[in-house]
């Protein structure tokens, strides 16, 4: 009969599709790279099959190990919310998170569902609002944990962590933009967004005529006026659904820079309990969606 798989083989192994190395894995699991590399070749003999190939300096699954990875993704999920559950008492009190909409609307109910079935004594309060004012609120101690979404290139503050990475396209509603020449209608959020100041000074130093034609503070707003064709907009590719279209590079727009997932602590203090066990389901979720993506490729 074949041995159970270990859980600790597994998470290392789920942090080496993650991370693509043994170093950056080891880092992550707290494990030299010499244990993990040890770990992935007992893992394998209990497998009975080569879960990687290396692809220049990076580790790339075979088709067993994507298949693998995906039983060990629900197997590591169902035992860390078992041991969650079982260690849950004593955890209450407030939680303060902030966030912005794009990360509102898509991460934010996985999020909120797992941590009150998980701890349904603590209370979590959630704060929507722009990355600037979110990160004010944290620095001020309004917040305990800002989850939002930054330019990847400046994610250099000490109290945050890097959750996965996104790229910042141009949106349409599928028909063709303006022709050269003429100025191209922009839809964009209120002056505080980062991602509007991103698009704009794209455009200007693409020297790529443009005019706003659309303004709303509201992402659902945002949203209606690309899709009723009022204009093109900048934005994360998790913003795409239904009546939206990234733009055609052909169509002459200048490439964007990518975006950070970020969790950020307050930076003062320890934090409680709750709020540990709130950051470690944030940590986990991105990390389920990027080993996820790593298996889909």
């Given at each position: 009969m074949a041995p159970d798989f270990d859980i600790d083989l597994l998470r290392s192994f789920v942090a080496i599709a993650v991370t693509g190395g043994f170093a950056r894995a080891g880092e992550r699991v707290g494990r030299t790279q010499s244990t993990v590399s040890l770990q992935m070749k007992r893992l394998e003999a209990q497998a009975g099959v080569r879960l990687f190939r290396r692809e220049g300096r990076r580790m790339a699954l075979t088709g067993d190990g994507r298949r693998l990875l995906h039983y060990a993704r629900r197997i590591l999920a169902l035992n860390d919310e078992a041991r969650a559950s079982l260690a849950r008492a004593g955890i209450e009190g407030p939680v303060r998170l902030g966030t912005n909409q794009d990360l509102a609307e898509t991460a934010l109910p996985e999020v909120l569902a797992r941590f009150a079935l998980t701890y349904p004594d603590a209370t979590l309060?959630?704060?929507?609002?722009?990355?600037?004012?979110?990160?004010?609120?944290?620095?001020?101690?309004?917040?305990?944990?800002?989850?939002?979404?930054?330019?990847?290139?400046?994610?250099?503050?000490?109290?945050?962590?890097?959750?996965?990475?996104?790229?910042?396209?141009?949106?349409?509603?599928?028909?063709?933009?303006?022709?050269?020449?003429?100025?191209?209608?922009?839809?964009?959020?209120?002056?505080?967004?980062?991602?509007?100041?991103?698009?704009?000074?794209?455009?200007?130093?693409?020297?790529?005529?443009?005019?706003?034609?659309?303004?709303?503070?509201?992402?659902?707003?945002?949203?209606?006026?690309?899709?009723?064709?009022l204009g093109v907009t900048a934005r994360g590719e998790r913003a795409l659904e239904a009546g939206l279209a990234p733009v055609a590079a052909a169509r002459g727009l200048p490439p964007l820079p990518e975006l950070a997932i970020t969790l950020a602590r307050a930076p003062s203090g320890p934090a409680s309990p709750a709020v540990e066990r709130l950051a470690a389901i944030l940590r986990g979720l991105f990390a389920e969606g990027a080993a996820a993506a790593a298996a889909d490729v």
């Open positions: 309060e959630v704060r929507v609002e722009s990355t600037a004012a979110i990160r004010a609120m944290l620095a001020d101690g309004a917040l305990d944990l800002a989850l939002t979404l930054v330019r990847a290139d400046r994610t250099d503050d000490v109290h945050e962590t890097v959750l996965g990475r996104e790229r910042l396209i141009w949106i349409g509603n599928g028909h063709a933009p303006p022709g050269p020449g003429a100025p191209l209608p922009l839809a964009v959020c209120d002056e505080s967004c980062g991602i509007r100041a991103a698009a704009l000074a794209a455009l200007e130093a693409a020297r790529v005529p443009h005019r706003i034609a659309f303004s709303s503070p509201s992402l659902a707003g945002l949203r209606a006026a690309v899709r009723a064709g």
